[in-house]
């Protein structure tokens, strides 16, 4: 069992930055794919970024060249580095734990907001 804490979220103003941070207690967090998804209302869940244990990360293309994901497996964390955000970037970000990189989130926090506005 896996369970994950994010924070960070809050209220930016376009152009801004935040930093999301997950907590993973489990040792099966460290050996597989974390990652993180949002989802913002009426839109569908969507895939931001997921990064192996050994560092090899994928993002969206929205996102690509703004967002930064990292890990520390000895800690178990995953961070997300938002930059240049946009308006469009706002949603409720989960972090996710994987078992593939393609694959569906086996475990999900409970999200953190984001939201983007001046």
């Known amino acids: 069992q896996v369970q994950l804490l994010e924070s960070g979220g809050g209220l930016v103003q376009p152009g801004g930055s935040l930093t999301l941070s997950c907590a993973a207690s489990g040792s099966s967090a460290s050996n597989n794919y974390m990652g993180w998804y949002r989802q913002a209302p009426g839109k569908q869940r969507e895939l931001v970024a997921v990064?192996?244990?050994?560092?090899?990360?994928n993002y969206a293309a929205a996102v690509a060249g703004r967002f930064t994901i990292s890990r520390d497996n000895a800690k178990n964390t995953v961070t997300l580095q938002m930059n240049s955000l946009k308006p469009e970037d706002a949603a409720v970000y989960y972090c996710?734990?994987?078992?593939?990189?393609?694959?569906?989130?086996?475990?999900r926090g409970q999200g953190t907001q984001v939201t983007v506005s001046s």
């Open positions: 990064i192996s244990r050994y560092g090899v990360a």
């Open positions: 996710t734990v994987s078992y593939s990189l393609n694959g569906e989130p086996a475990y």
